[in-house]
Each structure stands twice: as C-alpha cells, then as structure tokens.
C-alpha cells in the first residue's frame, strides 16, 4: 500500500491499472493506451482529461496510418519516437494522478476483454498492411505481384495497435 487512503470519489465500477495501459502500449501502440486511458479519466469524473486522451488516440491512429503508408527510412522511427513522446505527455500523467489520489487503494477492471480486442486489431492492422503492400504492386491487367520491397518492408511496425473497442468494456 502507497499510503494513500481510497478516495469517497473513487469509482464504484473501477478502472484499468493505468500503468499496465502504459506497459501494454510498447506492445499495442499508445493508441492502446490512449483509449485505455480516456475511458479511465471518464470514470475518473475527469473530461477534459477524457477528451484529450481521446485525441491522443486518434493522433495515434494518425501516426499508425502514415507508419503505413509512407515508404523509406525516414518514418522508421516514427512508432518509438511517438510512444515515448505519449508515454511522457499523457501515459505517466495518469499513472501519477491515480497513485496520489487512490494510491493501490481503487477497484481493478480485468484486462480479458480489452487485450482479445486489441489482438484482433492487431490481426486487422497487419492485414491493412498487406493490402497497403499490395497496392503499389497491382497491374492493369488485374493480377497482382507480390513484392517484399517498398511499402511491404514498411508496412509492419514494431508495435501494433487496437483499433477501437466499446466503451463498456468490464
């Protein structure tokens, strides 16, 4: 126990350990921990914060789509660059808030539901890729070439991520 005592605004129907959010994006992207982490500030009574995560995830869909799509060097580093820029601007301040207003004292959601999501998404991700790698490969005649130049080298990041997943997620 962190010391601190649960908070009487702590929420009944609980909330996702916000640094496993953290953890689990060097994995699923920050769009993951994003998500995650609106939903949290929602429940947490928090708004603003809960817009804001909201924008970071869809910045991270952003970053996710160009990863896709740009070919060459230069975007290579583009999926560590952004976790760590995500992770310092809005992942660890929630890890803070959480530890100094309920310290390990608040209820726990399960993470089953949003990780079988976020693998589904990852599956739904690489075949975007694959499609996106196929693209520049694609003849007039109607036959397609597969090519493991270009694009299709680009197209699969070290880290992947959850599309989109409901709400009532617990």
């Known amino acids: 126990n962190s010391g601190a005592s649960p908070s009487p ?7 996702w350990n916000p640094n496993a959010a ?5 994995l699923f992207t920050p769009a ?4 995650v982490q ?14 804001s995560a909201r924008v ?3 910045i991270s869909i952003g970053v996710l789509l160009l990863y896709l799509i740009v070919p060459g060097d230069a975007v290579r580093i583009l999926p560590l660059l952004y976790l760590l820029i995500w992770y310092l601007a809005a992942g660890r301040p ?7 207003k309920y310290g390990a004292s608040y209820k726990r ?8 999501i976020a693998l589904a998404s990852v599956v739904g ?9 196929l693209l520049p490969s694609w003849t007039p005649s109607g036959r397609t070439r597969l090519s493991t130049s270009g694009v299709a080298q680009q197209a699969l990041p070290a880290t992947v991520t959850i599309v989109t997943f409901d709400a009532s997620l617990g």
Request: proline share 5%; aromatic share 20%; net charge positive.
């Open 56 to 58: 970071w995830f869809y």
């Open 32 to 35: 993951f921990g994003a998500y």
């Open 109 to 116: 959601k399960g993470w089953g539901r949003p990780l079988s």
């Open 125 to 133: 991700y690489y075949g975007l890729a694959v499609v996106v790698a």
């Open 22 to 26: 953290c953890n689990w994006s060097l």
């Open 9 to 15: 605004q702590a929420p009944s129907e609980g909330i």
């Open 38 to 51: 609106a939903l949290n500030w929602a429940s947490l009574s928090e708004p603003r914060k809960a817009r």
């Open 94 to 100: 929630q890890v803070a808030y959480v530890k100094q």
